[in-house]
């Protein structure tokens, strides 16, 4: 992995020993400052990544540090040592515990890879219609929340409040979850045994797909180490879980923003960024031509559209996510302006369609976002093409019964 830039590494106190393992992994030089001008050290040492160390003196300088930080164009990390309150948005936590040297320097490598992926999606921008998503990443993140003890309603408000939160009450629901869906994050809070733990985190940690996910536990000291660079223990009230969890949220939710992104750049700008299912135009354009091959050849061709309460547009977001991981190679699909997300199902005949599109559904039913009265049920109508139409008549046909189902 490359990297451009030091380390720099803030405090008032001299250097801890796990530091000097910093410059042996190659992830070097460490570059010191004091808590006092920490601000102006980022500008000059254009570090590409900040370790701040969280104790004695840093209150009245780490707002401005974190702001300087995340005025940078280029994502950099900071990273906050044994924080003991709650942290600024772009602060990640670590706490110093067992082995610490090996777990800062997969931390910092998983921060600085996300750093490397945001350069190359910003060298290569100009050269498309793309643009970056403006909104903030943990928006359109999504926590798994997986507990059954006292602090889950808490939990699943504080969180809920600033990104998407899906729920599980049991470990088999969480896996469900963790394999139909884009997860940027995975919070597990009390009501489990340190054995169910245990199994839980060896699990993710074997599994290249949950490698780099942020992996917060609230309830249990973590007696042995998993091969989790993001894995971190957070106790405390579920205000203070929550504030501390989202900067690593917020980190793969970026990272997830990027790719998508270079997806989009790869594909000429017809991906949307956001959602990861073709732009209005690319739809447009790939509908006519699948509906007029398809009329010409004969063959099957289906559509399913999905429509959402226009006051939830967190629930389209979702269902698009879904959708582009979960629909078949030769399907595709677009968010429309309306709410809805549109599929077509190529090669496929109307009772193969609606099954497809029923097992879909049930998928998206299960995103809360914390505010507990939005439903993301969808209202799912479903057609296929006919001899005589067009793709005009066929996306109006379902937009009708949509309307119908919906009445």
Known sequence: MSQTGPILFVSDAERPAFIAALDEARLFPVVDSDWASAARAVEQVQPAAVLAAMSGGHEPHMPLLAKTIAGQPLYLPLVALDAQGSLPHNALPFS??????????????????????????????????????????????????????????????????????????????????????DIDGVLLSDGFTPRVTDAFLTVLAEDTRFRNLPVVVTAHQLTRSYDLPNLELIAGEPGKVAANALPLIRQHAMEAQLSRTLRSIDAGGWLDPRSGLLTVEAFARDFSKAVEQTLA???????????????????????????????????????????????????????????????????????????????????????????????????????????????
């Open 96 to 181: 110093t515990r067992g082995n610490t040297a090996e777990r800062l320097i997969a931390r910092l490598r998983a921060a600085i890879r996300v750093r490397t992926l945001h350069a190359t999606v910003l060298r290569r921008l100009p050269e498309t219609k793309v643009a970056l998503p403006e909104t903030d990443p943990v928006r359109d993140g999504i926590v798994l929340l997986i507990g059954r003890g006292a602090a889950y309603p808490a939990l699943s408000v504080a969180l809920g409040e600033r990104t998407g939160v899906v729920g599980a009450l049991s470990i088999e629901a969480a896996a469900k979850h963790l394999n139909t869906r």
């Open 297 to 407: 050849r004969g063959g099957g061709l289906s559509v399913a559209r999905f429509a959402f309460d226009p006051g939830n547009p967190r629930a389209q977001l979702d269902a698009a996510r879904i959708l582009s991981r979960l629909m078949r190679q030769m399907d595709f699909g677009v968010a429309q302006k309306d709410g809805s997300v549109i599929v077509v199902f190529a090669e496929t005949d109307f009772r193969t369609a609606h099954m497809i599109a029923r097992r879909l559904s049930a998928v998206m039913k299960h995103t809360s976002n914390g505010k507990h009265e939005m439903r993301s049920d969808p209202v799912v109508s479903v057609d296929s093409l006919s001899p005589s139409d067009t793709a005009r008549s066929l996306l109006a046909r379902l937009s009708a019964d949509a309307s119908r189902a919906a009445s």
